[in-house]
């Protein structure tokens, strides 16, 4: 069965940086592009990046474009989101979920990222 | 960029009432590209329907969605206990964009 499990969530300082890591098992990771999610407390869902099954491509939303880089290791079936110049707004849960890109079949349980001072 | 717009904010209704939830989109898109999650709370969401009215692995039939253009909507034809819960359109365009949610509410 397909599992993702996020981990490197935690609490940082704004302007910081913070990595997450999203492994994954259960089917073959490099046939899929994976998204990654973010939930603010108590609020909707907010979509912030996709990369294609082989890298060759990354789509970002506007509010993270530029300060957030997705990346993926197929060979150890593991998806990362490194954010840099982090601000309050940032503070979520951050779901990973595989693909395709039109929706998100799976997803992990998240990991929580909060930014403060 | 596609705004979905989710109604009602919250719907309250009995176990084994019809459940009849309405996303609008800003403007016409693809029922291709329209899906539904459910999310309980402290939980993941989970896709419930692709393709606007196709069910994913392991929905099961009581689940149903339609719509075309601008206005799609799920339908739970008779609530159970474990469909408490939230509910989120999305849709996929120039970027993948979620509505705002509907919260079915135990009545």
């Known amino acids: 069965q397909v599992q993702l499990v996020e981990s490197g969530g935690g609490v940082v300082q704004p302007g910081g940086s913070l990595t997450l890591s999203c492994a994954a098992s259960g089917f073959t990771f490099s046939n899929f592009g994976m998204h990654w999610v973010r939930q603010a407390p108590g609020k909707g869902l907010e979509w912030v990046a996709f990369?294609?099954?082989?890298?060759?491509?990354?789509y970002y939303a506007d509010s993270v474009k530029g300060r957030f880089t997705i990346s993926r290791d197929n060979s150890k079936n593991t998806l990362y989101l490194q954010m840099n110049s982090l601000r309050a707004e940032d503070t979520a849960v951050y779901f990973c979920?595989?693909?395709?890109?039109?929706?998100?079949?799976?997803w992990g349980q998240g990991t929580l990222v909060t930014v403060s001072s | 960029e596609i705004v979905l717009t989710q109604s009602p904010g919250t719907l309250s209704l009995s176990p084994g009432e019809r459940a009849t939830l309405s996303c609008r989109a800003s403007?016409?898109?693809?029922?291709?590209?329209l899906a539904w999650y459910q999310q309980k709370p402290g939980q993941a969401p989970r896709l419930l329907m692709y393709?606007?009215?196709s069910r994913a692995t392991g929905i099961p039939d009581r689940f149903s969605g339609s719509g075309s253009g601008t206005d799609f909507t799920l339908t739970i034809s008779r609530l159970e206990p474990e469909d408490f819960a939230v509910y989120y359109c999305q849709h996929y365009g120039s970027s993948l964009t979620f509505g705002g949610g509907t919260k079915v509410e135990i009545k």
């Open positions: 403007q016409s898109v693809s029922s291709s590209y």
């Open positions: 393709g606007a009215s």
């Open positions: 990369i294609r099954y082989d890298g060759s491509n990354k």
């Open positions: 979920a595989k693909g395709p890109n039109i929706r998100l079949d799976y």
